[in-house]
């Protein structure tokens, strides 16, 4: 393969899903190391290695399969996709979707029930979101669900009893993972009612119900805000009541921070043009991924 089929194939991949992906992997390892007061070893390192390699062919197959069954939308909405700008033929979509997909199970099986679970319910739900008959994506609320489900409770408590189960721990779920967890599927939410409000005129075209159709790109930006707003308020929160075991005086310095960030952020955006929404919509991932090393940086500092 050239280097431009290598660049073409990380366009295919979605590299701020691959990204967020990688950074989920690592802190829940992160949060369970710190969970059982102890540091990596050769084997659960190697275990990490086997769980970050089946996610990542998960997350290919998934964002993979939605691309092609929307290349006519994303010649709209995306054309500098590789599908959608000709860089790959229907052909090496479905070989690359169906090998990852492969893969992404079998090192699965191999790292474990746990895993197994997490990789293949995540396969599931990520196949309903975007094959025909089901094809989930059509319906806001559906299309929502789908996202927050794997992002924001599979995965994590998903790979926190992976790991958990790696490094000897007793069957259980303790409170920083339930905080995290509970922080991810609001922000998600979020990430999932922003995320058609670039995409507005492929979806109008082709009769995709979005929640930006039904409200509109103001209404949608305001909710955006609202709900991470509440997510970081609710982790000062957490910091103030010191409800958690973690360091409460970093946890509350770097939400404060992010909050006016976020605020500051959204007086430049632009709901006329699509670049500026687009740039924001990236802006909203950037935060995102600074959750998945924020948060286990405050339980390894407790």
């Known amino acids: 393969m050239t280097d431009f089929k290598l660049?073409?194939?990380?366009?295919?991949?979605?590299?701020?899903?691959?990204?967020?992906?990688?950074?989920?992997?690592?802190?829940?390892?992160?949060?369970?190391?710190?969970?059982?007061?102890?540091?990596?070893?050769?084997e659960s390192l190697g275990g990490l290695l086997l769980t970050l390699l089946a996610c990542l062919c998960g997350n290919v197959y998934i964002v993979g399969l939605n691309q092609l069954e929307d290349i006519e939308?994303?010649?709209?909405?995306?054309?500098?996709?590789?599908?959608?700008?000709?860089e790959f033929s229907r052909q090496d979509g479905?070989?690359?979707?169906?090998?990852t997909g492969v893969l992404a199970l079998l090192g699965a099986a191999w790292g474990g029930v746990w895993l197994l679970a997490t990789v293949g319910i995540s396969l599931a739900i990520g196949t309903a979101y975007s094959l025909?008959?089901?094809?989930?994506?059509?319906?806001?609320?559906?299309?929502?669900?789908?996202?927050?489900?794997?992002?924001?409770?599979?995965?994590n408590l998903g790979l926190f009893l992976h790991f958990?189960?790696?490094?000897?721990?007793?069957?259980?779920?303790?409170?920083?993972?339930?905080v995290l967890t509970g922080f991810i599927v609001l922000f998600t939410v979020a990430i999932a009612l922003f995320k058609d409000v670039p995409d507005l005129e492929?979806?109008?075209?082709?009769?995709?119900?979005?929640?930006t159709l039904?409200?509109?790109?103001?209404?949608?930006?305001?909710?955006?805000?609202?709900?991470?707003?509440?997510?970081?308020?609710?982790?000062?929160?957490?910091?103030?009541?010191?409800?958690?075991?973690?360091?409460?005086?970093?946890?509350?310095?770097?939400?404060?921070?992010?909050?006016?960030?976020?605020?500051?952020?959204?007086?430049?955006?632009?709901?006329?043009?699509k670049r500026a929404i687009a740039q924001f919509y990236q802006f909203i991932w950037k935060l995102f991924f600074l959750e998945y090393l924020l948060f286990p940086l405050a339980c390894l500092l407790a």
């Not at 979605?14 to 007061?37: D, E, F």
């Open 214 to 273: 039904i409200l509109g790109k103001a209404a949608i930006l305001k909710l955006s805000l609202l709900v991470i707003t509440l997510c970081y308020l609710g982790m000062i929160l957490i910091a103030v009541a010191r409800i958690a075991p973690v360091n409460a005086e970093f946890l509350l310095s770097s939400h404060v921070i992010l909050l006016i960030l976020l605020w500051w952020r959204s007086q430049k955006i632009q709901l006329s043009q």
């Open 73 to 86: 939308i994303d010649r709209i909405n995306k054309p500098h996709l590789p599908l959608a700008s000709g």
């Open 132 to 155: 025909p008959p089901v094809r989930l994506k059509r319906f806001p609320f559906w299309a929502a669900f789908c996202i927050f489900t794997v992002r924001g409770v599979v995965v």
């Open 164 to 178: 958990n189960g790696q490094l000897g721990g007793v069957l259980g779920i303790p409170l920083t993972v339930w």
């Open 94 to 99: 479905v070989a690359i979707v169906q090998l």
């Open 202 to 211: 492929g979806d109008k075209q082709y009769n995709i119900q979005t929640f």
């Open 7 to 42: 660049d073409a194939f990380w366009q295919f991949s979605r590299p701020h899903t691959i990204i967020g992906t990688t950074l989920s992997v690592l802190a829940i390892y992160a949060i369970a190391l710190a969970h059982h007061q102890t540091v990596p070893t050769p």
